[in-house]
């Protein structure tokens, strides 16, 4: 196993951090690093807003659910699909690309484009000996964080990234079998098998609370994700999208 392989495998979400802040050269490098990631026919439909001004730190912690991380932590970032470049670059050169732009492909583009520079943002903060927590709740209520960010039009925060100086060491979450995520050929669909491996899961996942609580708590995967898919969340997310003119076609 190589380093880049080990990095990789011992990813652990890190949600207290030094009080230490990234310098202008680290932020820079995170950004290049994430600018280095794949991007679908070279549209760059993405872009990273950094969140300096403790006061804009303190709302959107406050925005996402009062995650003491958003606001303490080395530095924060947003990703967002931005297409908004694309509507200012079809003008410039004459041509209609509306109808482009707001369709439902390029949009999935956007949310594609930044979600590779995020993670690639990520492994190179990690790589850095810095930690990481990616922040969902940022879609919590995007109607104020576009506020907060002053984000146009066609371009959509789709979640944060803290960075910093780790003040903990957690364990790793153990993931899924690999022979439930990895098919080959096809998509496998025999269910008595698909209930084993998750029958398995759950109890690896069971030990693993176990073992970090002293017996506190035993929680099994297939519990969680049930009960958190019932809870229905951020239901005003395509009405939002919409109305920032993008997958409307």
């Not at 496998?188 to 209930?195: A, L």
């Not at 069971?206 to 019932?230: F, H, I, N, P, V």
Request: proline fraction near 2%; hydrophobic fraction near 35%.
């Amino acid at each position: 196993m190589n380093d880049v392989i080990s990095l990789l495998r011992s990813h652990r979400s890190i949600r207290k951090f030094k009080e230490q802040l990234l310098t202008d050269e680290q932020i820079k490098m995170i950004v290049s690093s994430a600018q280095a990631a794949s991007t679908s026919s070279f549209i760059q439909a993405y872009s990273i807003i950094g969140i300096k001004d403790k006061a804009k730190k303190r709302m959107l912690a406050e925005l996402v659910g009062n995650q003491s991380y958003v606001e303490h932590n080395g530095h924060f970032f947003v990703f967002c699909a931005d297409l908004y470049r694309h509507e200012v670059i079809g003008d410039r050169e004459g041509k209609n690309v509306l109808t482009s732009i707001e369709s439902t492909e390029k949009f999935m583009v956007g949310l594609i484009d930044a979600s590779l520079a995020a993670q690639n943002a990520a492994v190179a903060a990690e790589s850095m000996g810095l930690g990481i927590c990616y922040i969902g709740g940022i879609r919590n209520n995007l109607d104020e964080v576009k506020k907060v960010l002053k984000t146009p039009e066609r371009v959509i925060p789709l979640f944060g990234l803290a960075v910093g100086y780790p003040d903990q060491t957690p364990d790793v979450k153990p993931r899924l079998p690999i022979e439930h995520i990895y098919h080959e050929d096809e998509y496998q669909q025999n269910r008595d098998v698909y209930e084993k491996q998750l029958d398995e899961y759950d109890a690896l996942v069971s030990g693993y609370y176990e073992e970090r609580t002293g017996g506190k708590r035993k929680d099994l995967w297939t519990e969680q994700m049930a009960l958190m898919l019932e809870r229905q969340t951020r239901m005003y997310m395509k009405e939002f999208i919409q109305k920032n003119k993008l997958d409307l076609h």
